[in-house]
C-alpha cells in the first residue's frame, strides 16, 4: 500500500480525492492522508513516517506548496512529491523542479494523468527504498565480514571453495555464561543484548589475543577454535585469561539487578572435520568444525561448575607438564559408554 499525502486548503478538495480514487483505496493500493497547508503537512510526516508521496498545491496559507518543497528532504529525504496546481506558469515550474519536485500536473485535474503520475512516483520511490537498504545491508556485512573476505566472496572460485572440507587436529573451547537466564528474565531486552554483548566482546579479545578464533555464539555461550601449532596450550592459555578477567570482574548493574558474571568452560583437542556445515536451500551454511572431540567439549562445558576449566584424562596427559591441573570427578556424558574422567586446570 502506497501512503499519499494530499496538502491543499481547497474544502472540497478531499472528497473529489476520495470518489476518484476509490477504487485503488477500496483495493488497499492508495491510503490517502490530508492537510490544509506546508506546516500542517510536515507534522503529518512527523507523525507518519510511511508516507511516501504528496501532492501539494502551491498557493496556501501559513506555508506555501514551494517552501514545503525545500523543508522536505529535512524530514524524508525519500519521498518525492508532485506537484498539483493552477499556476502553471514556466517560473512556478522551475521553482518546482529545482526544489526537488518529482512532477507537476496543472489544476485542473486530469485524474488519469495524475494516476499515471502517482504510480511512476512510486515506482521511483520502491526503488530509492530498495537502493537505500541494499547500502545498510552491504554496511552491516562490511561491520561483519573483512574486506579481503568480501573480495573474496565476489570471485568465481569461491563457489567451488565453499566444497572444500578436512580432517584435522585442533582444539575446542566451549565457554559458558552461568546463569544469565535469570538476567534474561528480569532485565529489558536492550539491556540484555548490551550485556551479553559486553561479556562476549571481552571473551574474544582474549581468544583472538591467543591466536584462535570464535566459531559461533550459541545464546548465552561461545565456542571457539585453536588450530596450528601449540593449539591446546593456546586454547588453555586463553581459558585461564578468560577466567581471570572475570575473576575480579566488576559487577554489572542492569535494571534492579546486579550481575557477576562467572563462566563455565569445556576443552577437548583431537581430530575433527572442518567445513561448510548448513543448508544450500536456505542459503545459510557455516563453516565449522563438527566431531566427537567436539561434542566432547562442549559436554564437558555443560558438567563444568562455576569458574571450573574443565578437560578430559586424555587431554590432561597432553597438558600436566605445562599446566597445573587436579582430578575432579568422572561424569557420565552422553554418547559416551564409560563415565568420562575430568580433571580442572588451575591457576
Given amino acids: 500500500m502506497a501512503k499519499i499525502l494530499v496538502v491543499d486548503d481547497e474544502a472540497?478538495?478531499?472528497?473529489?480525492?476520495?470518489q476518484k480514487f476509490r477504487r485503488k483505496i477500496r483495493d488497499n493500493l492508495y491510503q490517502f492522508v490530508f492537510a490544509q497547508n506546508g506546516e500542517e503537512a510536515l507534522k503529518k510526516i512527523d507523525e507518519q513516517p510511511d508516507?511516501?508521496?504528496?501532492?501539494?498545491?502551491?498557493?496556501?496559507?501559513?506555508?506555501?506548496?514551494?517552501?514545503l518543497l525545500s523543508r522536505l528532504p529535512e524530514v524524508n529525504p525519500?519521498?518525492?512529491a508532485i506537484v498539483v496546481s493552477a499556476y502553471g506558469d514556466m517560473q512556478n515550474i522551475r521553482t518546482a523542479m529545482n526544489r526537488g519536485a518529482f512532477d507537476f500536473v496543472l489544476k485542473p485535474?486530469?485524474?488519469k494523468d495524475l494516476e499515471l503520475t502517482i504510480e511512476k512516483a512510486i515506482v521511483h520511490v520502491k526503488q530509492l527504498q530498495d537502493t537505500i537498504k541494499a547500502i545498510k545491508e552491504n554496511n552491516i556485512l562490511k561491520m561483519y565480514v573483512d574486506e579481503n573476505v568480501l573480495n573474496f566472496m565476489t570471485h568465481k572460485s569461491f563457489a567451488n571453495s565453499l566444497l572444500e572440507n578436512e580432517t584435522m587436529l585442533a582444539t575446542v573451547m566451549f565457554i559458558d555464561i552461568c546463569e544469565f537466564t535469570t538476567i534474561t528474565e528480569n532485565v529489558p531486552a536492550n539491556e540484555v543484548v548490551n550485556l551479553i554483548n559486553t561479556i562476549f566482546d571481552k571473551i574474544a579479545q582474549i581468544v583472538i589475543s591467543y591466536g584462535g578464533h570464535i566459531d559461533k555464539f550459541m545464546g548465552d555461550a561461545v565456542m571457539a577454535v585453536f588450530r596450528d601449532q601449540y593449539h591446546l596450550d593456546r586454547a588453555i592459555d586463553a581459558a585461564l585469561g578468560v577466567k581471570a578477567q572475570f575473576n575480579g570482574s566488576e559487577i554489572y548493574h542492569v535494571a534492579e539487578c546486579d550481575y557477576k558474571p562467572e563462566l563455565s568452560i569445556g576443552i577437548n583437542t583431537g581430530e575433527m572435520v572442518s567445513?561448510?556445515?548448513?543448508?544450500?536451500?536456505?542459503?545459510r551454511l557455516d563453516f565449522t568444525v563438527i566431531g566427537d572431540a567436539v561434542n566432547l567439549a562442549q559436554r564437558l562445558q555443560t558438567v563444568a561448575k562455576a569458574g571450573q576449566i574443565l578437560i578430559s584424562e586424555e587431554v590432561y596427559t597432553l597438558a600436566?607438564?605445562?599446566?597445573?591441573?587436579?582430578?575432579?570427578?568422572?561424569y557420565v556424558l552422553k554418547n559416551k559408554a564409560l563415565p568420562v574422567v575430568t580433571y580442572q586446570v588451575l591457576e
Fill in 12 to 18: 472540497d478538495l478531499e472528497m473529489l480525492v476520495k
Fill in 51 to 67: 508516507i511516501e508521496i504528496v501532492l501539494s498545491d502551491i498557493n496556501m496559507p501559513v506555508m506555501d506548496g514551494l517552501t
Fill in 78 to 80: 525519500v519521498i518525492k
Fill in 109 to 111: 485535474v486530469d485524474f
Fill in 275 to 283: 567445513g561448510n556445515i548448513g543448508s544450500e536451500t536456505l542459503k
Fill in 320 to 330: 600436566k607438564e605445562s599446566f597445573n591441573c587436579e582430578i575432579v570427578a568422572p
